[in-house]
Protein backbone atom coordinates (compact mmCIF):
# COMPACT_ATOMS: atom_id res chain seq x y z
CA UNK A 1 0.00 0.00 0.00
CA UNK A 2 3.10 2.22 0.68
CA UNK A 3 4.62 1.59 -2.20
CA UNK A 4 1.77 2.12 -4.39
CA UNK A 5 0.85 5.90 -2.74
CA UNK A 6 4.56 6.55 -2.83
CA UNK A 7 4.93 5.64 -6.55
CA UNK A 8 1.18 7.00 -7.74
CA UNK A 9 2.98 10.51 -6.11
CA UNK A 10 5.86 10.44 -8.51
CA UNK A 11 3.89 9.43 -11.23
CA UNK A 12 1.98 12.10 -10.86
CA UNK A 13 3.77 14.66 -10.03
CA UNK A 14 6.49 13.97 -13.04
CA UNK A 15 3.54 14.00 -15.43
CA UNK A 16 1.94 17.37 -14.06
CA UNK A 17 5.25 18.98 -14.24
CA UNK A 18 6.99 17.24 -17.64
CA UNK A 19 3.58 16.66 -19.30
CA UNK A 20 5.04 13.18 -19.46
CA UNK A 21 7.74 10.56 -18.30
CA UNK A 22 6.38 9.96 -15.08
CA UNK A 23 3.94 7.41 -16.51
CA UNK A 24 6.99 5.05 -17.63
CA UNK A 25 7.28 4.29 -13.63
CA UNK A 26 3.97 2.35 -13.61
CA UNK A 27 5.23 -0.70 -15.50
CA UNK A 28 8.03 -1.16 -12.69
CA UNK A 29 6.07 -0.47 -10.42
CA UNK A 30 3.15 -2.76 -11.07
CA UNK A 31 5.58 -5.18 -11.65
CA UNK A 32 8.27 -5.39 -9.44
CA UNK A 33 6.93 -3.18 -6.48
CA UNK A 34 2.97 -4.65 -6.70
CA UNK A 35 3.72 -8.53 -8.26
CA UNK A 36 1.67 -8.05 -11.14
CA UNK A 37 1.41 -10.24 -14.43
CA UNK A 38 3.20 -7.82 -17.62
CA UNK A 39 -0.29 -7.65 -19.22
CA UNK A 40 -2.18 -6.61 -15.79
CA UNK A 41 0.62 -4.37 -15.52
CA UNK A 42 -0.20 -2.77 -18.81
CA UNK A 43 -3.95 -2.01 -18.42
CA UNK A 44 -3.52 -0.99 -15.09
CA UNK A 45 -0.60 1.37 -16.17
CA UNK A 46 -3.14 3.17 -19.15
CA UNK A 47 -5.98 3.34 -16.72
CA UNK A 48 -3.91 4.98 -14.19
CA UNK A 49 -2.56 7.20 -16.81
CA UNK A 50 -5.67 7.95 -18.64
CA UNK A 51 -6.79 9.71 -14.82
CA UNK A 52 -3.30 11.54 -14.63
CA UNK A 53 -4.16 13.10 -18.19
CA UNK A 54 -7.35 13.91 -17.81
CA UNK A 55 -7.13 15.74 -14.41
CA UNK A 56 -3.29 17.18 -15.77
CA UNK A 57 -5.09 18.22 -18.75
CA UNK A 58 -8.28 20.27 -17.44
CA UNK A 59 -5.27 21.86 -14.92
CA UNK A 60 -3.42 22.34 -18.18
CA UNK A 61 -6.70 24.27 -20.28
CA UNK A 62 -7.28 26.45 -17.42
CA UNK A 63 -4.21 28.00 -18.16
CA UNK A 64 -4.17 28.50 -21.44
CA UNK A 65 -1.59 25.82 -22.09
CA UNK A 66 -3.60 23.17 -24.69
CA UNK A 67 -3.89 23.09 -28.26
CA UNK A 68 -6.89 21.54 -29.12
CA UNK A 69 -7.01 21.07 -32.58
CA UNK A 70 -3.09 19.66 -32.77
CA UNK A 71 -3.39 17.70 -29.99
CA UNK A 72 -6.44 15.55 -31.54
CA UNK A 73 -4.87 15.62 -34.44
CA UNK A 74 -1.34 14.00 -32.77
CA UNK A 75 -3.78 11.24 -30.60
CA UNK A 76 -6.29 10.66 -33.94
CA UNK A 77 -2.45 9.53 -35.86
CA UNK A 78 -1.42 7.57 -33.18
CA UNK A 79 -4.51 5.16 -33.31
CA UNK A 80 -2.88 3.34 -36.05
CA UNK A 81 0.43 2.94 -34.28
CA UNK A 82 -1.93 1.42 -31.13
CA UNK A 83 -3.90 -0.85 -33.22
CA UNK A 84 -0.26 -2.16 -34.46
CA UNK A 85 1.23 -2.54 -30.54
CA UNK A 86 -2.17 -4.42 -29.81
CA UNK A 87 -1.77 -7.04 -32.61
CA UNK A 88 1.65 -7.84 -31.37
CA UNK A 89 1.55 -7.32 -27.86
CA UNK A 90 0.01 -10.80 -27.17
CA UNK A 91 2.86 -12.96 -28.50
CA UNK A 92 5.83 -11.63 -26.71
CA UNK A 93 6.78 -13.26 -23.23
CA UNK A 94 6.71 -11.54 -19.45
CA UNK A 95 10.77 -11.59 -19.69
CA UNK A 96 11.15 -10.20 -23.10
CA UNK A 97 8.47 -7.78 -22.60
CA UNK A 98 10.55 -6.28 -19.68
CA UNK A 99 13.92 -6.61 -21.62
CA UNK A 100 12.12 -4.52 -24.09
CA UNK A 101 10.94 -1.98 -21.62
CA UNK A 102 14.57 -1.72 -20.27
CA UNK A 103 15.28 -0.76 -23.82
CA UNK A 104 13.03 2.12 -23.85
CA UNK A 105 13.96 3.30 -20.76
CA UNK A 106 17.34 3.82 -21.89
CA UNK A 107 15.52 5.98 -25.27
CA UNK A 108 13.94 8.07 -22.69
CA UNK A 109 16.46 8.82 -20.30
CA UNK A 110 18.59 9.99 -23.68
CA UNK A 111 16.09 11.85 -25.27
CA UNK A 112 15.78 13.69 -21.51
CA UNK A 113 19.52 14.09 -21.49
CA UNK A 114 20.05 15.15 -24.82
CA UNK A 115 16.92 17.70 -24.12
CA UNK A 116 19.84 19.12 -21.33
CA UNK A 117 22.25 18.99 -23.12
CA UNK A 118 20.70 20.91 -26.18
CA UNK A 119 18.87 23.88 -23.58
CA UNK A 120 23.07 24.60 -22.47
CA UNK A 121 23.71 24.91 -25.93
CA UNK A 122 21.64 28.07 -26.01
CA UNK A 123 18.33 26.07 -27.43
CA UNK A 124 15.46 26.37 -24.41
CA UNK A 125 12.20 27.54 -24.81
CA UNK A 126 12.81 29.48 -21.33
CA UNK A 127 13.76 32.70 -22.67
CA UNK A 128 11.45 32.98 -26.00
CA UNK A 129 12.04 36.06 -28.28
CA UNK A 130 9.16 37.81 -29.75
CA UNK A 131 8.63 39.00 -33.61
CA UNK A 132 6.23 39.80 -35.58
CA UNK A 133 5.71 37.77 -38.95
CA UNK A 134 4.47 39.09 -42.24
CA UNK A 135 2.42 36.27 -43.74
CA UNK A 136 -0.77 36.57 -44.18
CA UNK A 137 -2.63 36.99 -41.14
CA UNK A 138 0.44 38.96 -39.69
CA UNK A 139 0.09 37.21 -36.98
CA UNK A 140 2.46 37.85 -33.63
CA UNK A 141 4.84 34.34 -33.40
CA UNK A 142 7.42 33.47 -30.34
CA UNK A 143 10.73 31.99 -31.51
CA UNK A 144 11.83 28.91 -30.05
CA UNK A 145 15.86 28.71 -30.38
CA UNK A 146 15.36 29.73 -34.16
CA UNK A 147 11.64 28.52 -35.43
CA UNK A 148 8.27 31.01 -34.74
CA UNK A 149 5.83 29.37 -33.17
CA UNK A 150 2.60 31.00 -34.67
CA UNK A 151 -0.62 31.17 -31.70
CA UNK A 152 -2.65 30.97 -34.37
CA UNK A 153 -3.58 27.11 -33.87
CA UNK A 154 -4.49 24.93 -37.15
CA UNK A 155 -4.97 21.26 -37.42
CA UNK A 156 -1.96 20.94 -39.99
CA UNK A 157 1.41 21.24 -38.71
CA UNK A 158 4.70 23.22 -40.26
CA UNK A 159 6.76 19.67 -39.95
CA UNK A 160 3.59 17.17 -41.09
CA UNK A 161 5.85 14.08 -42.11
CA UNK A 162 7.65 14.55 -38.47
CA UNK A 163 4.17 15.29 -36.38
CA UNK A 164 2.88 11.71 -38.26
CA UNK A 165 5.37 9.77 -37.72
CA UNK A 166 6.26 11.16 -33.52
CA UNK A 167 2.11 10.55 -33.60
CA UNK A 168 2.54 6.96 -34.78
CA UNK A 169 5.23 6.10 -32.92
CA UNK A 170 3.83 7.29 -29.16
CA UNK A 171 1.12 5.45 -30.00
CA UNK A 172 2.80 1.94 -30.81
CA UNK A 173 4.73 2.88 -27.42
CA UNK A 174 1.11 3.52 -25.72
CA UNK A 175 -0.44 0.39 -26.85
CA UNK A 176 2.53 -1.97 -26.70
CA UNK A 177 3.96 -1.16 -22.79
CA UNK A 178 1.17 0.67 -21.69
CA UNK A 179 2.97 4.37 -21.11
CA UNK A 180 1.71 7.43 -22.33
CA UNK A 181 4.44 8.84 -23.83
CA UNK A 182 4.82 11.96 -23.28
CA UNK A 183 8.51 11.58 -23.35
CA UNK A 184 8.37 11.77 -27.17
CA UNK A 185 5.46 13.79 -27.74
CA UNK A 186 6.57 17.21 -25.93
CA UNK A 187 9.98 16.78 -27.73
CA UNK A 188 7.92 16.44 -31.09
CA UNK A 189 5.78 18.95 -30.19
CA UNK A 190 8.94 21.43 -29.51
CA UNK A 191 10.48 20.10 -32.70
CA UNK A 192 7.62 19.99 -35.09
CA UNK A 193 5.72 22.59 -33.63
CA UNK A 194 8.47 24.94 -32.11
CA UNK A 195 6.19 25.32 -29.44
CA UNK A 196 6.74 26.69 -25.83
CA UNK A 197 7.66 24.19 -23.09
CA UNK A 198 4.84 25.25 -21.38
CA UNK A 199 2.32 24.23 -24.55
CA UNK A 200 3.84 21.56 -25.59
CA UNK A 201 3.32 19.73 -21.92
CA UNK A 202 -0.10 21.18 -21.86
CA UNK A 203 -1.24 19.67 -25.03
CA UNK A 204 0.82 16.71 -23.92
CA UNK A 205 -1.08 15.78 -22.01
CA UNK A 206 -4.30 15.48 -23.93
CA UNK A 207 -2.78 13.45 -26.58
CA UNK A 208 -2.30 10.92 -23.92
CA UNK A 209 -5.44 10.96 -22.66
CA UNK A 210 -6.84 10.13 -26.28
CA UNK A 211 -3.75 7.40 -26.71
CA UNK A 212 -4.33 5.53 -23.58
CA UNK A 213 -7.99 5.59 -23.83
CA UNK A 214 -7.78 3.87 -27.03
CA UNK A 215 -5.17 1.28 -26.42
CA UNK A 216 -7.50 0.45 -23.41
CA UNK A 217 -10.37 -0.01 -25.93
CA UNK A 218 -8.62 -2.16 -27.66
CA UNK A 219 -7.57 -4.19 -24.62
CA UNK A 220 -11.09 -4.20 -23.25
CA UNK A 221 -10.58 -8.25 -22.66
CA UNK A 222 -8.08 -7.65 -20.43
CA UNK A 223 -9.66 -4.76 -18.44
CA UNK A 224 -11.42 -7.52 -15.62
CA UNK A 225 -7.92 -8.69 -15.06
CA UNK A 226 -6.76 -5.57 -12.86
CA UNK A 227 -7.06 -6.01 -9.16
CA UNK A 228 -8.70 -3.06 -8.34
CA UNK A 229 -8.18 -2.43 -4.80
CA UNK A 230 -4.07 -2.67 -5.71
CA UNK A 231 -4.46 -0.13 -8.51
CA UNK A 232 -6.67 2.38 -6.74
CA UNK A 233 -4.42 3.88 -4.50
CA UNK A 234 -1.91 4.40 -6.94
CA UNK A 235 -4.49 6.06 -9.25
CA UNK A 236 -5.73 8.63 -5.81
CA UNK A 237 -1.85 9.82 -5.55
CA UNK A 238 -1.20 9.80 -9.20
CA UNK A 239 -4.62 12.48 -8.90
CA UNK A 240 -2.82 14.65 -6.09
CA UNK A 241 0.62 14.19 -8.18
CA UNK A 242 -0.71 15.74 -11.24
CA UNK A 243 -2.26 18.38 -9.94
CA UNK A 244 1.00 19.53 -7.51
CA UNK A 245 2.91 19.33 -10.27
CA UNK A 246 0.64 21.30 -12.84
CA UNK A 247 0.39 23.93 -10.41
CA UNK A 248 4.52 24.47 -10.00
CA UNK A 249 5.08 23.40 -13.59
CA UNK A 250 6.61 27.04 -14.31
CA UNK A 251 8.35 27.07 -11.45
CA UNK A 252 10.69 24.21 -10.95
CA UNK A 253 13.53 24.38 -13.14
CA UNK A 254 12.56 21.73 -16.19
CA UNK A 255 16.25 21.03 -16.81
CA UNK A 256 17.46 19.86 -13.49
CA UNK A 257 14.78 17.51 -13.13
CA UNK A 258 14.80 16.07 -16.71
CA UNK A 259 18.70 15.78 -15.89
CA UNK A 260 17.88 13.95 -12.66
CA UNK A 261 14.87 11.94 -13.76
CA UNK A 262 17.54 10.86 -16.86
CA UNK A 263 19.86 9.26 -14.71
CA UNK A 264 17.21 7.84 -12.65
CA UNK A 265 15.86 5.88 -15.64
CA UNK A 266 18.95 4.40 -16.80
CA UNK A 267 19.24 3.13 -13.14
CA UNK A 268 15.99 1.34 -13.79
CA UNK A 269 17.00 -0.16 -17.04
CA UNK A 270 20.47 -1.36 -15.73
CA UNK A 271 18.00 -2.96 -12.94
CA UNK A 272 15.60 -4.26 -15.11
CA UNK A 273 18.41 -6.13 -17.48
CA UNK A 274 20.01 -8.00 -14.47
CA UNK A 275 16.94 -9.31 -13.06
CA UNK A 276 14.98 -10.49 -16.47
CA UNK A 277 18.68 -11.10 -17.96
Given amino acids: MLLGIAGGLAIGLLMGLLGGGGAILAIPLFVYGLRMEHTQAVVASLAVVAVGAVVGGATHLRQGHVLVPRGVAFGVLGIVGSVAATSVAHRVSGAHFML????????????????????RQGFTDATPRTTTTTSGAGAVATAVGSQAYSYRSTWIPDRPVLFASAAVAVGFLTGFFGVGGGFLIVPALTMALALPMQKAVGTSLLVIFINTVVALVLRGDQILLVDIPTVAPVMAMVIVGVLSGAAFSSKVPARALRAAFGVFLISIAAYVALVEA
Fill in 100 to 119: YFAALLVLVAVLMLRGVWSS
